[in-house]
């Protein structure tokens, strides 16, 4: 059996759950309407307010890195993840994983669009919301030692 980290990133928190012996569940209080609307006032944020969200997301994630067991995969079914897919591998296949590149490549495209790069020429979407998602991942991907996520459909 595949040992397994399922992610959520909600509005309100993020949930962390290993199906490991013995499994590990973690409720974090980082959302992505509280990244979006606690660290930055700007849509898209300036390049400051990303690095502030930055440090805010490292310090709740830091303590979570001694509680999830090594080598788990990393596994979502949000559907901003389906988005980030088609964003990072335009006209790919969907089912490969994202590596931690992809999504980097993506939330270096958002900081060049905070720097002042036109949103049209990127193709993404810079509400809140999305961006707040990305960089949650992103961090959580580079802190807690994910090298690819896995993208599910939906859970309904």
């Known amino acids: ?33 509280e990244l ?24 709740i994630l830091m303590p979570v890195a001694k509680t999830l067991p090594p080598g788990t995969k990393l596994v979502t079914h949000d559907a901003e993840a389906r988005h980030l897919v088609v964003l990072s591998r335009p006209g790919e296949d969907p089912a490969p994983p994202l590596s931690v590149e992809h999504v980097e490549r993506v939330f270096n495209d958002l900081v060049a669009i905070a720097q002042g790069r036109p949103t049209a020429s990127s193709g993404l979407p810079t509400d809140a ?28």
């Open 129 to 156: 919301g999305f961006t707040a998602w990305v960089l949650i991942l992103r961090e959580l991907m580079q802190h807690l030692g994910f090298d690819s996520i896995t993208v599910k459909e939906p859970i309904e």
């Open 1 to 33: 059996m595949d040992r397994i980290t399922t992610l959520h990133i909600g509005e309100q928190s993020t949930r962390l759950t290993a199906t490991t012996d013995p499994g590990v569940d973690t409720l974090l209080y980082l959302g992505t309407r």
């Open 36 to 59: 979006g609307s606690g660290p930055w006032r700007n849509e898209p944020p300036s390049p400051l307010e990303l690095e502030n969200a930055i440090a805010f997301v490292e310090d």
